[in-house]
């Protein structure tokens, strides 16, 4: 399964991401310079996190801006699957692929901490082998995590089923808890929360498996598809 | 043509939480001996310099640049331009 890891000047995850995809989960993982056209095989995308372009002016909109989001906006489209994880998941949200924004954390502060999600939709590529609200623990690393959407925005949401992922107490003010939302098609996925610093036992004192099954899923989706 | 220079100010909408303009109020401002403040909201501001061909044109060119590259969200932010001569 060939995967691609787009890296942005300022992305820090990426080396992360393309380790669990490759040595955990046996994918075939490409790098994607963010200047150069997307590879035209791939089975999935997958944007890290990090803090692309310093995250100046507000993370994730100069990334937004890049060649290679064009590229990413038409394989969307075509209903490959797309995981942005934290900055990825900004870089998303500010080229218009998924709704809402974030805002930084109400408490200003960097948060870097285990937080508890529920899954909310299981028919994503990333949570097909979840069940209804499973519970995932799983780290979070961000200044500007407070997803925010307005009040006609999150009805749509939640009649749409978008919402995917959910922290299960108040972790810094996002509307409604959410972690994560996807699409309308469900394809394009995006979560602050970063699975790739908890799908290992020997990185994850809590329990592995359930970020485990977010790459499994994946696997699952593509494998239903060769 | 001329240059003219333009200010962006971006802050969030009514109603969207402002965590530092609140901190600042609360526990700094309020904190002091200046009591009549009821209010504080935090805001970025980008100062443009243009060549146009009037302050007008200025400031809508500008305008037209922050929606194109959205250089503000417009879910929870709204901006206001000002344009003075050079």
């Not at chain 1, 790098?31 to 999935?44: G, I, M, S």
Request: proline share 6%; with cysteine.
């Amino acid at each position: 399964m060939n995967v691609g890891v787009i890296v942005f000047p300022g992305s820090n995850c990426d080396r992360d991401m393309f380790h669990v995809l490759s040595d955990v989960f046996h994918m075939t993982p490409q790098y994607c310079w963010h200047d150069k056209p997307l590879p035209e095989n791939l089975d999935a995308v997958v944007l890290p996190g990090g803090f692309s372009y310093g995250d100046r002016l507000r993370a994730g909109v100069i990334a937004a801006h890049s060649p290679i989001i064009q590229d990413v906006k038409k394989i969307a489209e075509k209903g490959i699957p797309i995981l942005g994880v934290c900055n990825g998941f900004q870089i998303l949200v500010e080229s218009g692929l998924l709704p809402g924004v974030l805002l930084k954390n109400d408490s200003l502060n960097f948060m870097c901490e285990w937080t508890n999600l529920t899954v909310e939709n299981n028919k994503t590529p990333f949570t097909n082998k979840f069940e209804l609200n499973e519970k995932i623990p799983i780290p979070i690393a961000n200044g500007d995590g407070r997803y925010f959407v307005d009040d006609e925005t999150l009805k749509q949401l939640e009649r749409k089923n978008q919402i995917v992922f959910k922290y299960d107490q108040v972790v810094n003010g996002s509307s409604n808890q959410i972690a994560g939302v996807c699409n309308e098609d469900g394809n394009v996925v995006g979560m602050m929360p970063h699975p790739e610093r908890a799908a290992e036992p020997e990185i994850n004192p809590h329990d592995n498996k359930p970020s485990s099954l977010i790459f499994e899923s994946l696997l699952k989706k593509i494998g239903a598809n060769n | 043509m001329g240059d003219y220079r333009v200010h962006v100010t971006i802050e969030n909408k009514p109603g969207i939480s402002d965590p530092e303009g609140k901190t600042i109020l609360n526990d700094l401002v309020l904190k002091g001996t200046h009591q009549s403040v009821s209010k504080i909201n935090t805001a970025k501001m980008l100062k443009f310099t243009i060549t146009e061909n009037s302050k007008e044109s200025a400031k809508s060119k500008v305008k037209e640049i922050c929606d194109e590259l959205r250089i503000y969200n417009s879910m929870v932010s709204v901006v206001t331009i000002d344009a003075f001569d050079a």
